[in-house]
C-alpha cells in the first residue's frame, strides 16, 4: 500500500517517506510534527518538515483544523496535487487531545459574502472522542 501511494503521486520511496506514511496509516488521528518527531526519533526533524510539505504538496495528506494553534496532518482519501478533497468534518477531542477526519460530514456549499471571497472553509467541532467516552465508564 505505501509503496503503491508514493507511485501514485510520483514520488521515490525513500525509507523517509516509507516511515512516516506507515505512521501515519497505523493512527487513526492527525498528528502534527511534533507527533512525528515524538515517534521518529531516528529521524531529523528537517527531513520530517520536509517530508509532510511534499505529501501535503502531492494530496497525501491534509492539513486538519481543530481551532488550535498547531497544524495537524491526517492521510488524504482521494486526492491530488491540484485537488484537495478535505472539506469534511474534523473532531478534537478535549480529554486526549486527538483530532480525527470525520469522513461523510461534508462542509456545506456557501455563497460568498457579499464584498468577501473565500479561499478555504473549515468545519471543526470540539467533545469528546468515543474512546476517551467508553475509557470514561470504565
Not at 38 to 50: A, G, H, K, S
Not at 71 to 91: G, N, R
Request: glycine share 6%.
Amino acid at each position: 500500500m505505501i509503496s503503491d501511494l508514493l507511485k501514485k503521486h510520483d514520488l521515490r520511496k525513500t525509507p523517509a517517506r516509507i516511515e512516516i506514511l506507515e505512521l501515519y496509516a497505523d493512527t487513526p488521528h492527525a498528528m502534527s510534527h511534533g507527533d512525528v518527531e515524538q515517534q521518529l526519533t531516528e529521524m531529523d526533524r528537517v527531513t520530517i518538515y520536509r517530508t509532510l510539505a511534499t505529501f501535503e504538496e502531492k494530496g497525501i495528506i491534509h492539513r486538519a483544523y481543530d481551532g488550535g494553534g498547531v497544524v495537524k496532518y491526517a492521510l488524504c482519501h482521494d486526492c491530488s496535487a491540484h485537488h484537495h478533497q478535505d472539506d469534511h468534518l474534523h473532531f478534537s477531542c478535549v480529554q486526549c487531545g486527538n483530532t480525527y477526519c470525520i469522513e461523510g460530514y461534508a462542509i456545506p456549499k456557501i455563497e460568498n459574502p457579499k464584498g468577501y471571497t473565500i479561499n478555504n472553509l473549515f468545519l471543526f467541532a470540539k467533545g469528546t472522542c468515543n474512546k476517551c467516552r467508553v475509557e470514561s465508564r470504565e
